[in-house]
């Protein structure tokens, strides 16, 4: 079956200019999330949704990121202005919010992000 | 805030040896944990967790993983690994004292490299 697809898987942006990063989740699961990934380290926890509702952005490091989800299905990371420390592989997950699978999250395979 | 400490950051070990990747979580009074596997420009993918219960818990790939609450630890071993288990593995855990937030928390991660 599908699994979540992201897209670009690649993207080079120079200094300043805005971006915008796709997620497409399984279908059918409530849950997304966003996160960060730096090189050689783990990943970080930028955004949380359940269906449209934004319910943690504590993670997005300045007002230059922005997230939305507006049907509860797709989602967008948006990095307005984006500055060489962006640079980073942007993960996405989804999961349902079923007893069974609860905190089983399905990762897509990234976005990488490379600010020149 | 919850927090991740994965001990090692490379492994080496020989085809069909035994491997132990260690990991350590700050003290909680509820968690759940997990260990991910990360293939080279791929998403994470999900080896195991620990929700409730027992206390040793078997994963894909033959991995398994034990839940020491007085250690605050669940390492990943595996008896006997393959070249094919050459990655990256991230321990995570998800801190319901945090008002039931899905939010994962990552260790910086282990490389294992499996050698013939």
């Known amino acids: 079956g599908a699994g979540v697809s992201q897209s670009p898987r690649y993207k080079v942006a120079k200094r300043g200019q805005d971006v915008a990063l796709r997620c497409d989740p399984i279908s059918g699961h409530v849950s997304l999330f966003w996160y960060q990934q730096a090189l050689g380290q783990g990943p970080e926890f930028l955004t949380y949704f359940q269906n449209e509702a934004q319910l943690d952005k504590s993670g997005l490091p300045s007002d230059r990121f922005f997230a939305e989800r507006p049907e509860g299905s797709v989602s967008t990371l948006k990095i307005q202005r984006t500055q060489q420390e962006d640079s980073a592989v942007y993960l996405c997950a989804s999961s349902l919010n079923s007893p069974r699978d609860l905190y089983e999250q399905y990762f897509g395979p990234g976005t990488r992000l490379t600010v020149t | 805030a919850q927090s991740v400490t994965q001990l090692d950051s490379q492994v080496p070990v020989f085809e069909e040896a035994p491997v132990e990747l260690r990991c350590n979580y700050s003290s909680s009074v509820s968690v759940y944990l997990f260990w991910y596997v990360q293939y080279p420009n791929q998403g994470l993918q999900l080896l195991l967790k620990y929700l409730s219960g027992s206390t040793l818990v078997k994963g894909i790939n033959g991995f398994e993983a034990e839940f020491n609450k007085s250690q605050t630890s669940f390492h990943l071993r595996k008896p006997s690994v393959h070249i094919s288990d050459t990655a990256e593995y991230f321990c995570?855990?998800?801190?319901?004292?945090?008002?039931?937030?899905?939010?994962?928390?990552f260790g910086k991660g282990t490389k294992l490299t499996v050698n013939p």
């Open positions: 995570a855990v998800s801190d319901l004292t945090q008002g039931g937030s899905e939010k994962l928390v």
